[in-house]
């Protein structure tokens, strides 16, 4: 099994989005065991898997409500890469929450196993969100 490096960008994001109350070292904890379950179910280095589903599950666009002329009007609105990263982190973190599993490490591998198979709500709340910026894309700005 490959071992994944000790200062990884992805991974020191993740664990800081599992952070809660300061105990960084339990969310890293929890990181690391997430990616043994992942090599337990897949018998591949992990790391690949791990960041193919995040780059999945990643939406590129946003919707934002404004007011125009009295009434609300939805915007699409383009993400950066750090956007796009921290919303498919926290779509798959929401969606790991319905998975069936004892504890969160079991349950986020399993969803990050799910995302990179193509069935997980994850990515049907990204297309949902495409498809919402497709309809609306006639109020977006134009520079």
Do not use: W
């Not at 997430?34 to 337990?40: F, G, M, P, S, V």
């Not at 890469?81 to 004892?102: W, Y």
């Not at 504890?103 to 990050?112: D, G, K, N």
């Amino acid at each position: 099994m490959l071992i994944p490096p000790a200062s990884d960008p992805l991974l020191h994001f993740l664990a800081s989005s599992l952070q809660n109350h300061g105990k960084r070292a339990k969310a890293e904890r929890i990181v690391s065991r997430t990616l043994l379950y992942i090599h337990a179910l897949t018998r591949a280095p992990p790391l690949p898997i791990l960041r193919h589903a995040f780059i999945t599950a990643s939406p590129a666009v946003k919707c934002i409500s404004h007011k125009r002329s009295g009434k609300n009007v939805v915007r699409p609105a383009a993400l950066t890469e750090k956007q796009r990263i921290r919303a498919g982190v926290h779509a798959v973190l929401a969606a790991s929450k319905n998975k069936s599993g004892k504890t969160l490490e079991e349950r986020l591998a399993r969803e990050i196993i799910a995302v990179v198979n193509g069935d997980s709500k994850a990515l049907t709340d990204k297309e949902l969100a495409h498809k919402q910026a497709m309809v609306n894309r006639g109020n977006a700005l134009v520079r």
